[in-house]
C-alpha cells in the first residue's frame, strides 16, 4: 500500500509537471498574438485542460495495458515508480533548458525502459510499441502538413482583405482555437497519467482490469489543470517566438491544425504528443507563409530532443528500476 500511495503522488506530480511542461501547445500562439493576455491564457488553459482530461479513457487504456500486460508483471509497482521519476526528471530538465520535448515519449520510454528491466524483452510488447511510436512519429508529419495546407487555403480566401481586418479577425478565433488546443490535449495528455495509475493498480492487484476509476480521473485532471494555470513560461517563449514570428493567420492555423490531430489520435485511443503537434503545425504554417522566415536551426534542436527523449528516458527508468529494487 505504501508504495502505490508513493506512485499515486508520483504520478500526480508528473501529471502537474506535464501541465506547466506543456502549457506553451495551447496558449503560445494566442499569447504571442496578443489575442489572450498570459495571465488570463493560462487559467483559460487549465480550466479546459480539466474538462479535457475528464471526457476520455481510451488512451489511458493503451497506455496502461499495451506496452505490456500489468497483470502478467511480478514487480509492475517498482516498475511505474521507475518510469515516473525518469520521466519526471526528464520533463524538468528540458523545462530549465526552454526545450518544448515530449512528456508523452519521456512517459512511454520511461515505462519501456523499466518494464525491460524489470520483466526482460519478453515482457514489453514490442508490436504495440512499435505502433504507439509510429502513431508518435506520423502525427507532427500531418500537423506540418496540414498546418501549411490550412495556412494556403487561408491565405487564399483572405489574400484581399487589409492586413488589420485580418489580424483583427482571426486575433478573436484565436480565442476559440486555443480553447479547443487545450481542451483537446487535456484529453490526450492527462490519460497517460491515468494510464500509468491504472498499470500500477492492476500490477499491485487493486483491480483486476485497465477501467479508469473515477477517483483516478479527477485527480489527473485536477493535476493537469492546476499544472496548466501555473504556465511553463520557458517553453512559452520557445513555441511563441522562437520557431516563427507568429500572427493571427498563422496562429490560428496551428492551433486548429493541432486540435484536429490531437483529437483525431484521442478518438483512435494512440498517444501522441500534443508539444510535437503544435511545434510542427507551428512550422508548417511558417513554411506556407515564408518559408525562409522559420528559424530551422531551433526546428532541428527541437527535432533532435523528440529523437532521443524515448532511449534516455528508457535507459535512465532502467537504471533506476535497478535501484529501486535493491532498496524495496
Not at 61 to 70: E, L, M, R, Y
Not at 126 to 149: D, E, H, N, R
Not at 171 to 176: A, T, V
Request: with cysteine.
Amino acid at each position: 500500500m505504501t508504495l502505490i500511495v508513493i506512485i499515486v503522488l508520483l504520478a500526480v506530480a508528473f501529471d502537474f509537471i506535464n501541465g506547466f511542461h506543456d502549457t506553451a501547445n495551447s496558449i503560445a500562439t494566442s499569447i504571442s498574438t496578443k489575442a489572450l493576455s498570459p495571465r488570463f491564457a493560462v487559467i483559460y488553459a487549465g480550466v479546459l485542460n480539466f474538462a479535457g482530461a475528464l471526457v476520455w479513457t481510451e488512451v489511458a487504456k493503451s497506455i496502461g495495458g499495451k506496452i505490456a500486460d500489468p497483470s502478467k508483471i511480478d514487480n509492475g509497482v517498482e516498475i511505474v515508480m521507475a518510469a515516473l521519476i525518469s520521466a519526471i526528471a526528464w520533463n524538468l530538465i528540458t523545462w530549465y533548458y526552454g526545450i518544448p520535448s515530449s512528456s508523452s515519449h519521456a512517459l512511454i520510454g520511461s515505462l519501456t525502459g523499466a518494464v525491460f528491466a524489470g520483466a526482460g524483452a519478453s515482457g514489453v510488447d514490442w508490436g504495440s510499441f512499435a505502433s504507439i511510436v509510429q502513431a508518435l512519429i506520423l502525427a507532427p508529419v500531418l500537423a506540418f502538413c496540414l498546418g501549411f495546407l490550412v495556412m494556403k487555403l487561408l491565405k487564399w480566401i483572405v489574400g484581399n482583405l487589409s492586413p488589420h481586418r485580418v489580424n483583427r479577425w482571426f486575433r478573436f478565433l484565436q480565442i476559440f482555437s486555443a480553447g479547443m488546443q487545450a481542451f483537446t490535449h487535456g484529453g490526450n495528455d492527462a490519460q497517460k497519467a491515468m494510464g500509468i495509475l491504472v498499470f500500477a493498480l492492476v500490477a499491485g492487484g487493486f483491480q483486476t482490469d485497465l477501467e479508469v476509476p473515477l477517483w483516478v480521473k479527477i485527480v489527473a485532471a485536477t493535476a493537469m489543470g492546476i499544472g496548466t494555470s501555473v504556465g511553463g513560461w520557458r517553453i512559452i517563449k520557445t513555441v511563441s517566438s522562437k520557431i516563427i514570428k507568429i500572427e493571427p493567420l498563422n496562429g490560428f492555423s496551428a492551433d486548429l491544425t493541432s486540435s484536429v490531430v490531437v483529437q483525431t489520435a484521442t478518438a483512435l485511443a494512440l498517444p501522441v504528443s500534443t508539444t510535437h503537434v503544435v511545434s510542427s503545425g507551428i512550422m508548417g504554417t511558417g513554411a506556407a507563409k515564408q518559408f525562409y522566415r522559420v528559424h530551422w536551426r531551433m526546428a532541428g534542436r527541437i527535432i533532435l530532443t523528440w529523437l532521443i527523449t524515448i532511449p534516455i528516458c528508457a535507459v535512465l527508468a532502467g537504471l533506476g528500476f535497478w535501484l529501486i529494487d535493491s532498496i524495496f
